[in-house]
């Protein structure tokens, strides 16, 4: 099995806790940051197909706030919240972990336990 692959922004508090926790548990990981290299559409239609564009849509962040309301107002399917996210990778719930073939969205210590309980 590949390594697991963390995707976010590395300014991102809820990232370093994610990145400090693998690392503490010495999990060797991908890392990919959204800013220089932006998710493709088939790769967050891959996410939503697993979690729903609900979760990975980040409607509590400064991106979505930042939003005028039309434009929040169009994100409505899975196909509008991919065009959003194309568009404004910052809008996405961080961190995105794929491991196993698998995504967890969003950092929670006794997750990440579960997921790599040895």
Known sequence: M???TLYGIANCDTVKKSRVWLQDAGVDYG???YKKTPPTTALLQDWIAQVGWEVLV???GT?????????KAQVVDAASAVALM???????KRPV???GGKITVGFKP???QALFRT
Request: hydrophobic share 35%.
């Open 58 to 60: 980040n409607k509590a």
């Open 2 to 4: 590949s390594p697991p």
């Open 97 to 99: 972990l794929e491991h």
């Open 110 to 112: 006794d997750t990440y």
């Open 86 to 92: 194309l568009a404004q990778p910052s809008v996405i």
């Open 63 to 71: 991106t979505w706030r930042k939003l005028d309301d039309a434009t």
């Open 31 to 33: 890392w990919v940051d």
